[in-house]
């Protein structure tokens, strides 16, 4: 018959024992409960860094400040979206608003490109394009050139 010493070290050792399984327990509840709301926490093997990127929203994207869309900074006129969707797909808005042409160079840049740049057929776009251009980005006139005289008063030359 077991003393009452041995019956005590039983019992702790017992107490011990349930203590461990409750343990083991509690954590394996832990990893389901982190599984089930995020699966991708005990993936380790990719180092996962998700960077919120916003997006506007749509009237954020066309709006026009001043006169000016705000996204592309073109000057807001007539055939600006037409120009928007052909002419910022390779490079900014910007390489087409710093430059000033004639009808006739616009053409001329237009060609270069489809003809070396891949840009494709404008059709029907290339009139309203051109139209946008030369009537918002036309040649600068020289500022030092000074006007026409107007309304001079010419005599006569006597011989
Ligand atoms: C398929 C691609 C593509 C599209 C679409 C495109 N371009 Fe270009 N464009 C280019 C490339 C490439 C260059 C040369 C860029 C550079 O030199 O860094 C260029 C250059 C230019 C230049 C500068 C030319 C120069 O002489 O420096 C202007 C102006 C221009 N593009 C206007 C336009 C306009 C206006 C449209 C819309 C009709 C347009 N681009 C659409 C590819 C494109």
């Not at 070290?9 to 509840?29: P, S, W």
């Not at 995020?38 to 009237?59: C, G, K, R």
Request: charged share 25%.
């Amino acid at each position: 018959m077991a003393t009452e010493e041995e019956f005590k070290a039983l019992l702790k050792q017992t107490h011990r024992f349930l203590n461990l399984m409750y343990a083991m327990i509690l954590i394996t509840i832990g990893t389901m409960v982190t599984y089930v709301n995020n699966p991708d926490f005990f993936d380790l093997s990719s180092e996962q860094m998700i960077v919120e990127v916003p997006i506007p929203a749509e009237e954020d994207r066309d709006r026009i400040e001043n006169g000016i869309h705000v996204r592309t900074g073109f000057i807001d006129a007539e055939g600006m979206y037409i120009v928007i969707a052909n002419c910022t797909n390779c490079h900014s808005a910007k390489l087409v608003t710093q430059n000033r042409m004639t009808a006739e160079r616009w053409n001329e840049t237009i060609k270069w490109m489809q003809e070396t740049q891949n840009l494709w057929d404008l059709g029907e776009n290339q009139e309203i394009i051109v139209n946008y251009l030369v009537t918002n980005y036309p040649p600068r006139k020289a500022g030092s050139r000074r006007a026409n005289l107007t309304e001079i008063e010419w005599y006569e030359a006597k011989d």
